[in-house]
């Protein structure tokens, strides 16, 4: 089962090629990673999915139940809110001076919306709303619990440890029942104790919550633990693409990360390295 | 800065600075004679300058030396403070000192406060600087005059139009430009600001220009006048209490008025704030590629901001045209928006409680010194300088959750 | 035609005149990225200065006509040279990483306390000058319009271009001119690398506020009537070139300052003289709807 395609995408800066006609599928209910050097293109790639930016060539399509969705041309608060994908930033993006509990509300903003019947009823404090509000409370709270937060629920999240918020953007994430969520470099920073909780906590969600996720992350020990299918980006176009053990001994693969490899000795420590992943 | 030689130093160099500063426009004045301008020197006010700017400035660096005690409200404090002004304020007209000049003024400081609480909503909480906010104050003074003269309709029946009316201007000049960033918002805002005015003050049928409107209707309370005698038919409010008529009371009347307008615009922000369109309001505040990635449509979120920040506007406005009596454009200048701006940010962007007392101190202030007319601007400048250079994250800063997770065990 | 090509010299004529102060404003701006509220009264008090310096070189010491002239542009740009680089250190500077709105608060109420300080010192009324430099040369004619292109006219659009390539060399061809690139792009960065970031934000609003005192000198001769209330519009106008223009960049603020001065003149002479101003606020609306960064300002892509 295939839940987004991306087929034949482009896209250029001034001149700059980021994305070349690239194509790839993501399974659902699984975790595919974008790997590649850094400037391959994976934020830019993450950006056009998530509606950021507008891609020049290509089309994205979302498999849903109800039929495909193609996502080109649609603005990314309409991506997050009709297709269901929800995502984190490279350098986290949480709301500083209001509570991990407020934050994680702000991600169900749209239900309770319509609940409040756009503030009306909950003017009035109707009990539907307080019903929906209920709902979103436990919502959090369960997520807070998921991601060791709820000691700090009524905390401004800028005064949180950055290892902290970063758990804390993936359950604001999560808050927004996402059909796929895409994590740009979420072990980014994070010490290996912390990268080894971030590695539980997305098994945990592609496990207990089937969510297909989408990962760029640069920490190799993440992505062959984690990730079920990999995409390899150099220059904006794909060098490779399939399970992790593939990837690991693709030649193109071990080119773009090492360099053209001369012919005396490669430097036996990286390769290790990478073998070891 | 603490030391005596070091603060008689930098006192000395900012007389001397302001002394040289003073030369040429305090130490000369243009004069007209007969024959065409001329310039008169006056060299003793530089020297006056130099004193006084000497001992300020000695003044203000050791009040800096002073560790002052930081007014950091605790949330509950600050609400209980929120109480215990809203009581004071109810009972004001009651105490005995309290005469006829200190109600007047303590309704324009209202006033200032229900559009300072109005203006918090975009400013403080959605984060969208606005500068043309008198614009839509005066939409809902124009409006209501405008209803009440043509139809001859009640206060109570126009008020809610007037504020109806200025948070469609709010929709309609909002929707092209709310998608500016900062300070391009701020100036695309005072340029309708001021756009509101030169219409207002240009077209001449319908507002009559410079010279504005006049006896604008008065509010009446269910039905009942505060005039020393009863139009056609209608009864006075002294008449109806059988009291005898005292000019006082349209004073406390609208006193009253202001207060409880004042107090639903609080209560109506406050509930706003906990419900899920205040808290995307801060959340764009803090981020809005963030809330995109929410799902949460950034345009409507400000929409709605700027709607309910005009529509107090809106309200305030025909309060203001029905205290007057009168309104022309003159009251609606760029220096409105200012003040009220200022009066926002100075109670600490987002504090309620914060903005009363920025109000007292910018609006009631200046007041107390009117008979310094001409220095009363002055100081308003001054005060703002100072203010912001002492606490530049406003008085009341602490900000309070709107929601809070019961047992986080 | 002739009248048509009146309103365009006149306008130009404004035009110098606005982006002479919107060039304050556009560098602020580059560097610490708020709104010099106050600059409009800093062009209001460059126009008294120079007026008080005219007269009292002219009446008292008995100057001629240029050596009073000459006289009110240096007396008028060093001291608003100095009050600009007072400005900036009594309100702003304190106020350095303090939240966003603070500084634009203490600039309105410095604007606020420059116009009542000047209101006090030398009265609410408007002081008229004489016309003093008459005369022009002719440029075109028609049966009933003749084109009069004055001397002053060309003494102001001359001596801002001079001005407006003399910034230019400085800003793109000096260690100053570098130092200060290098601060509006990133101050921490220029800090560590060794520029005194202040000093040259000091200098910017030095720079700024010699430029609007002469528009201001230029302004009292143009027009002959000054009040303390000139600041309030001429600083948003300019303001509004800079943004037109493309906030930072300094051709932006001469093409910016044009198009006002221009927009004004045409406006006031084909449809309404009272509606001028709204036509001016309606177009820099536009340009930003269509072009938020202004006219020459670079298109950001957005970070994320």
């Known amino acids: 089962m295939t839940l987004l395609t991306v087929d034949n995408l482009g896209i250029t800066f001034g001149g700059l090629v980021a994305l070349d006609s690239l194509s790839f599928t ?59 994908i929800a995502r984190t930033f490279q350098t986290s993006r949480l709301f500083p001076r209001m509570t991990a509990l407020e934050n994680l509300l702000v991600a169900q903003h749209n239900r309770l919306m319509k609940a409040s019947f756009f503030s009306l009823a909950g003017l009035a404090g109707l009990a539907g709303f307080k019903k929906a509000e209920r709902d979103a409370i436990d919502k959090a709270r369960f997520w807070l619990e998921q991601v060791g937060l709820t000691g700090s629920a009524n905390v401004p999240v800028g005064s949180l440890a950055y290892g902290l918020q970063r758990r804390l953007e993936i359950a604001r994430s999560m808050c927004a029942d996402p059909a796929l969520l895409c994590l740009d470099e979420p072990a980014a920073g994070l010490n290996p104790k912390e990268s080894l909780e971030l590695v539980d906590l997305l098994a945990l969600i592609r496990s207990r ?69 | 800065m603490s030391d005596w030689r070091t603060r008689g130093k930098t006192s000395l160099s900012a007389a001397v600075l302001a002394a040289i500063l003073a030369l040429p426009i305090l130490g000369f004045q243009l004069s007209e004679t007969g024959t065409g301008l001329t310039v008169l020197a006056r060299l003793h006010t530089v020297a006056w300058v130099f004193v006084a700017v000497g001992l300020g400035s000695f003044a203000l660096t050791s009040a800096r030396a002073i560790k002052w005690p930081s007014i950091a409200l605790p949330a509950q404090t600050s609400d209980r403070l929120g109480w215990a002004l809203a009581i004071f304020a109810l009972a004001l007209p009651f105490l005995p000192f309290a005469d006829r000049s200190l109600i007047d003024k303590a309704t324009l400081i209202l006033i200032y406060v229900m559009l300072g609480w109005g203006l918090n909503v975009v400013v403080g909480w959605a984060g969208l600087l606005d500068l043309g906010y008198a614009g839509f104050y005066a939409i809902g003074a124009y409006s209501y005059a405008l209803l ?134 801060e959340a764009l505040r803090e981020d809005e590629i963030a809330c995109r990635s929410l799902g949460i449509n950034p345009t409507n979120i400000k929409l709605s901001a700027f709607a309910i920040g005009a529509m107090c506007a809106g309200f305030a406005g025909s309060f203001f045209a029905t205290r007057q009596g009168f309104i022309t454009p003159e009251s609606f200048s760029f220096i409105e928006s200012a003040v009220i701006v200022a009066i926002v940010v100075l109670g600490g962007m987002g504090s309620q409680v914060g903005i009363v007392f920025a109000a007292i101190i910018l609006v009631g202030l200046p007041e107390w ?10 100081a308003f400048g001054l005060t703002l300088l100072v203010v912001m250079i002492f606490k530049p994250s406003g008085l009341v800063s602490r900000r309070s959750p709107t929601i809070v997770l019961k047992d986080p065990a | 035609m002739a009248y048509f090509i009146q309103q365009l010299l006149n306008g130009l004529t404004l035009g110098t005149i606005y982006a002479l102060v919107a060039i304050g404003y556009t560098m602020v701006y580059g560097i610490i990225g708020m709104i010099n509220f106050a600059h409009g009264e800093v062009y209001m008090i460059g126009a008294f200065i120079a007026l008080i310096a005219f007269l009292g070189a002219t009446v008292h010491f008995g100057f001629g006509l240029t050596g009073g002239l000459i006289a009110a542009l240096v007396i008028t740009a060093l001291f608003t040279g100095l009050w600009g680089w007072s400005i900036e250190r009594i309100a702003y500077r304190p106020l350095r990483g303090a939240p966003k709105l603070a500084p634009l608060i203490s600039a309105i109420g410095m604007s606020i306390i420059l116009q009542n300080f000047v209101q006090l010192s030398q ?7 004489p016309p003093l430099l008459q005369g022009g040369i002719e440029v075109m004619s028609d049966d009933s319009l003749t084109v009069n292109l004055s001397w002053l006219q060309m003494g102001i659009i001359g001596l801002t271009l001079v001005l407006m390539t003399g910034l230019t060399l400085i800003i793109n061809r000096t260690a100053f001119g ?61 303001f509004t070139a800079a943004v037109l223009g493309g906030i930072g960049s300094l051709p932006g603020a001469l093409l910016g300052g044009l198009s006002i001065g221009l927009i004004e003149a045409l406006w006031s002479a084909y449809f309404s003289i009272e509606y001028k101003d709204v036509a001016v606020f309606s177009v820099l609306i536009l340009v930003l709807l269509f072009r938020p960064t202004g006219i020459l300002g670079r298109a950001e892509v957005e970070k994320i």
């Open chain 1, 26 to 84: 993501v399974p659902k209910g699984q975790i595919t990673a974008i790997i590649g050097p850094n400037g391959a293109g994976k934020t830019t790639l993450f950006n056009i999915i998530t509606g950021f930016y507008q891609a020049q060539t290509g089309t994205i399509t979302l498999h849903r139940d109800a039929g495909p969705l193609v996502l080109n041309g649609k603005p990314d608060y309409w991506i997050a809110r009709h297709a269901g």
């Open chain 1, 209 to 277: 919550f089937g969510a297909t996720q989408l990962l760029v992350e640069h920490d190799m020990s993440v992505v062959m633990g984690l990730s079920d299918k990999v995409v390899v980006l150099e220059y904006g176009r794909k060098i490779a693409e399939g399970a992790p053990q593939q990837i690991r001994h693709d030649p193109a693969v071990i080119r773009a990360y090492l360099g053209e490899p001369p012919d005396e000795d490669i430097p036996v420590d990286i390769a290790q390295d990478l073998d070891k992943c």
């Open chain 2, 148 to 281: 009440a003269q043509a139809f001859d309709i009640s206060f109570w029946l126009c008020l809610p139009l007037a504020g109806l009316f200025s948070a469609l201007f709010g929709l309609a000049l909002g929707f092209p430009v709310l998608r500016l960033r900062g300070d391009y918002l701020a100036i695309v805002t005072m340029g309708f600001g001021e756009i509101i005015r030169i219409v207002l003050l240009n077209w001449q049928s319908l507002t009559g220009g410079p010279n504005g409107i006049s006896n604008i209707a008065r509010p009446t309370l269910f039905g009942l006048t505060f005039t020393a005698r009863a139009l056609d038919g209608g009864k006075t409010f002294a008449e109806a209490l059988g009291i005898p008529y005292s000019a006082n009371q349209r004073i406390f009347f609208l006193y009253f008025l202001i207060l409880a307008l004042a107090l639903l615009t609080n209560f109506l922000a406050l509930r706003l704030r906990r419900l899920p369109l205040g808290r995307a309001w």
């Open chain 2, 369 to 378: 010194f009117r008979d310094l007319q001409n220095y009363r601007m002055l």
């Open chain 3, 123 to 129: 009265g609410a009324r408007v002081m008229t000058l």
């Open chain 3, 178 to 238: 570098r130092a200060q690139r290098a601060c509006a792009q990133d101050p921490k960065m220029a800090a560590l690398l060794g520029i005194h970031v202040d000093r040259v934000i000091s200098a910017t609003f030095v720079i700024g506020a010699v430029l609007a005192s002469v528009a201001g000198l230029m302004v009292t001769l143009y027009y002959g009537v000054i009040d303390f209330y000139i600041g309030f519009l001429a600083g948003m106008k300019a």
